[in-house]
């Protein structure tokens, strides 16, 4: 049955949990679909905005609650929060809905995913979008991340989480107008039991925790390489700390003609990509693929 404008989706993984889906624009065909990916703690709510307009554009779009996170079943043992078993869970996912072949959108983690799904399926991806994250994470930026994600909010009602969520990230975000903070606090968060609470497993948070930031992270570079026959389009928050100029021009160096870097102005990590002056470039490069 679809609900605002996409259908639900509920498949297994192969180790046996239940999780969610969006499917959006389902009866669209004779183009690539689209599937999205969010970040460490996101959801497939996240992408609501831009499913709903490119959908309305003939797109099918499918956006996925990774294990723990949504509507997604949490994972008995938290040791499966990892970026490998995610992609496995992906592949399933769009093998349940008879997707070989996509272009992919993955903010923050889910960018990092993109890195490693060519190793369990090397034809899948027709074209990607890497939003704010690339090979190398900078670690004031994890900092940063561990700090509000351990914070664990619980605001009273949805208009304070969004006023919170303001005051957090605001500085970072001018671009932002206050029905956005709204729309990012009903993606963040859930009412359950009649508490307004992150919608994420707070496993999660826990290796952040525990993670030596003081000492070298590594780096998916040889992973970024097997991206290199892939047209790619790399979206950086003007203001992000996780992920650098630097890289992002390297990133660029290294991948040759079929590579693409714009920048989100007035956003940070991690940019939201239905902001007008960021869904033009990446719906041209939709488009394109």
Known sequence: MQQDGFTPLHFTSDDGLALYGRDYGSGNSGRRPIVCLAGLSRNSRDFHQLATWLADQGRRVITLDYRGRGLSARDPNPANYNIGREAQDVVAALRTLGISRAIFIGTSRGGLILHILPAFVPDMIAA??????????????????????????????????????????????????????????????????????????????????????????????????????????????????????????????????????????????????????????????????
């Open 128 to 289: 990607c979008i890497l939003n704010d994250v690339g090979p190398v994470i900078e670690v004031a930026g994890l900092r940063v991340i561990r700090e509000y994600l351990s914070a664990r909010l619980e605001p009273k009602d949805f208009t304070e989480a969004a006023r919170a969520l303001k005051a957090t990230h605001g500085v970072d975000f001018p671009a932002l107008g206050d029905n956005d903070w709204n729309d990012m606090a009903d993606a963040i968060f859930r009412e359950t039991g009649g508490r307004i609470v992150s919608d994420y497993d707070p496993a999660l948070v826990e290796p952040l925790k525990t993670m030596d930031m003081d000492q070298h992270l590594p780096d998916l570079w040889p992973q970024y390489e097997a991206l290199a026959s892939i047209p790619v389009m790399i979206v950086r928050g003007e203001n992000s700390k996780l992920f650098s100029a630097d890289v992002a021009g390297e990133m660029v160096a290294r991948h040759g003609p079929q590579i693409e870097l714009i920048m989100a102005r007035g956003q940070g990590h991690a940019p939201i990509l239905h902001i007008p002056d960021v869904l033009g470039p990446v719906s041209n490069f939709i488009a394109s693929h």
